[in-house]
């Protein structure tokens, strides 16, 4: 009996000096949960992100794809993680969209999170038609759409996608009845002709138009935009709220003590700063913008309200 009791003392004392050691690894270990898959510019900039954060923080930096679901399975699982650091999200705009795409998600956008920081931001949305299209300007187009109702079309991402809401937008404005077609590639079946525009985001539209093959009409930035010069932005052209942010950032699970999240904030800030995320900013054309945790939870806050109330305006929705 004494040799066993013995034996129950030497295995539990292993057992405490494993265990410190496996949560210290398990603190060295960073994960950043992206909600698209492998291979797409918004996955590089996570990978990017992610060397300079391992290079800043000194842990080991990874970086999971979990696509699907628009970007509800990412989300999901970091809203279930412990506030501690070791699982964070790095998403898109679209976490703020969905609020008002989705009647019944499995997470609060706003309230199961912990803003850590907006690390950047892209110019906007550019209309596009293809290099050999009769509209030559926004009025032209809208022209057309006025005079054959339902049969201009754009193509997007998918029902709700920001490339859709946009395009909603710009018809609500513009007082127009377009033709919404979603596709999984809508870039290459709008260079092949079935689709007459398209919305893309900066960092697509820039070559395309430098080769020649298409034409940017209008883009829903603030400002014009220097890297598309002669290009209108819907604001001069008298058309409001044809805009939906375009920004990647950092969230954690809710519960993190605000300390902990400044000292991220810090991290990310640095880690953006580092020469491999600067060499994706310029490929990108977006600006760095580094939100504190407070503004980035204001901004949050904002765009999930005003989505909420948007969406179900537009008639978009998804089950």
Do not use: C
Not at 42 to 51: G, K, M, P, Y
Not at 135 to 143: F, P, R, S
Not at 144 to 156: T, V
Not at 291 to 297: R, S
């Amino acid at each position: 009996m004494l040799k066993i009791i013995s034996r129950m003392f030497a295995l539990a004392a292993l057992a405490a000096a494993i265990l410190p050691a496996a949560a210290h690894a398990e603190s060295n270990l960073t994960r950043i949960i992206v909600p698209v898959g492998a291979g797409n510019p918004f996955d590089s900039s996570a990978r990017a992100l992610a060397e300079g954060m391992a290079k800043v923080s000194g842990k080991s930096v990874i970086v999971e794809n979990k696509a699907g679901a628009g970007g509800r399975i990412a989300t999901t699982e970091v809203a279930r993680a412990a506030p501690d650091g070791a699982t964070l999200l790095f998403t898109t705009a679209g976490h703020a969209t969905n609020a008002g795409l989705y009647k019944n998600l499995p997470y609060d956008p706003v309230k199961d999170f912990t803003p850590i920081t907006i690390v950047s931001k892209s110019s906007g949305f550019v209309l596009l038609v293809q290099a050999d299209s009769p509209y030559k300007t926004v009025q032209d187009l809208i022209a057309a759409a006025k005079a054959r109702p339902n049969q201009i079309s754009y193509g997007s991402f998918g029902i709700g996608n920001t490339t859709h809401v946009i395009g909603a937008l710009f018809a609500r404005a513009a007082d127009l009845k377009l033709l919404h077609v979603p596709y999984k590639s809508p870039v290459s079946d709008f260079l092949g002709g079935h689709v007459n525009m398209v919305f893309m985001g900066a960092s697509t539209a820039l070559p395309l138009i430098k080769d020649g093959r298409v034409r940017a009409l209008a883009i829903s930035s603030e400002a014009p935009d220097p890297n598309f010069p002669g290009v209108p932005t819907f604001r001069e052209l008298g058309y409001e709220d044809v805009d939906v942010p375009a920004w990647s950032g950092v969230l954690a699970p809710r519960g993190m003590p605000p300390e902990q999240a400044q000292a991220l904030y810090k991290q990310f800030s640095e880690a953006a700063r580092q020469p491999v995320f600067q060499d994706y900013l310029k490929l990108s054309q977006a600006q760095l913008v580094l939100m504190t945790p407070e503004q980035f939870a204001k901004a949050l806050e904002a765009d999930v309200a005003r989505f909420r109330k948007v969406l179900p305006e537009l008639g978009i929705e998804a089950e």
